[in-house]
């Protein structure tokens, strides 16, 4: 029977299925399940710097409104804990699961400011998460800050995290890089452990009829693989980190492309989201029987041997494949 034992941010896992962030963490019952279904490990939803905020300041709006009422106000205000003023949920969460599971559970962490980064990551740290997930959510809409400028402010708030934590810390990127190698490589000499891609951002719609913006949340198809695919086998052909694809896992043979490029482990949401936890023993099923059929025996005999390591120029090797597939394409007859 094939191995699917793997590494991933130094830990040994049972398999390379993990459960990225989503709102599956948020459930002590949920993440047991995953776990009895055979997750190896858990990404718990992120906490959102801004969301903390917001509660902060809807909190103080609504004491300080009752202030001057008279004498007796002090008294009748609620306690604090009523409060999340500081994410202590999220970290009451984290013990509560840390007692519960035995698998690694990773937290994620989207900060907007310096500060906010490094606070949360040292209360994670103390709550007993085994690793960090620093989620890398940058949205330019300023003309006057150059991408060097949005690259080198996001460095220096992980490295100030990898400082502040003994934990390993793992970084999720976005695709939208316009050197995606050159900016993993700085993450890599900060000491970033491993690197996720990609981030899927829900981006909002438009109703042209009601002019609002439609949130509506699409998740996930196989279609978005390519893009990680491709991701992949560049970056682990070049430095020596700790890979996770996330983003278009919908079968265990979309878990074997993403390890045939280079990853140590897939993410998995919006299989388990659309159908349950069951895909997670469906998925394993298939990756053993992939790797039966093409006569792999373990999971680290596979990686990496679709990725760029073995073409000796790998610049014009992508650039024949693009050009190949655009000659492969036949316009439709006219009738």
């Known amino acids: 029977m094939p191995d699917l034992s793997t590494t991933w941010l130094g830990f040994p896992l049972k398999n390379p299925l993990v459960i990225g962030a989503s709102p599956v963490g948020k459930s002590i019952r949920s993440c047991l399940e995953a776990e009895e279904k055979g997750a190896a490990a858990i990404v718990l939803h992120s906490l959102f710097e ?3 905020v917001h509660e902060q300041m809807g909190a103080h709006y609504y004491i300080d409104t009752l202030t001057d009422m008279d004498a007796e106000t002090r008294s009748v205000f609620p306690q604090s804990a009523i409060f999340p003023l500081d994410g202590a949920a999220y970290l009451r969460h984290i013990e509560k699961l840390k007692q519960k599971l035995t698998i690694p559970l990773i937290a994620s962490l989207n900060g907007t400011t310096p500060g906010g980064w490094l606070s949360y990551a040292k209360s994670m740290a103390s709550a007993g998460c085994d690793a960090l997930e620093l989620n890398l959510y940058e949205v330019a809409t300023d003309e006057q800050k150059s991408s ?3 690259e080198d402010q996001q460095l220096e708030i992980v490295s100030s995290v990898i400082s502040a934590v003994s ?3 793992n970084v999720k990127l976005s695709p939208f890089y316009t050197s995606l190698p050159y900016f993993v490589r700085r993450l890599y000499e ?8 990609f981030n899927r951002y829900y981006q909002s719609d438009i109703n042209p009829l009601t002019l609002e913006v439609d949130r509506h949340l699409h998740l996930s198809s196989s279609a978005e693989l390519p893009l990680r695919l491709h991701a992949l086998a560049i970056l682990s052909s070049k430095m020596g980190l700790f890979y996770a694809c996330t983003g278009g896992i919908h079968s265990g043979y979309d878990m074997a492309k993403a390890i045939l490029a280079g990853a140590h482990v ?3 949401v919006s299989a388990v989201l659309a159908k349950g936890f069951s895909v997670i023993e469906k998925f394993l099923q298939e990756l053993k029987e992939y790797m039966l059929q093409m006569g792999y025996e373990s999971i680290h005999e596979m990686r990496g041997v679709m990725n760029l390591s073995s073409v000796a120029d790998p610049h014009s090797y992508e650039r ?3 050009a190949q597939m655009l000659a492969a394409w ?6």
């Open 148 to 150: 060097q400028y949005l």
């Open 266 to 268: 897939t993410q998995v």
């Open 330 to 335: 036949k316009l439709p007859l006219s009738p």
């Open 190 to 197: 900060c000491g970033v452990q491993g690197v996720s891609v």
């Open 50 to 52: 801004e969301q903390l």
């Open 167 to 169: 934990i390993p810390v």
């Open 320 to 322: 024949l494949n693009y």
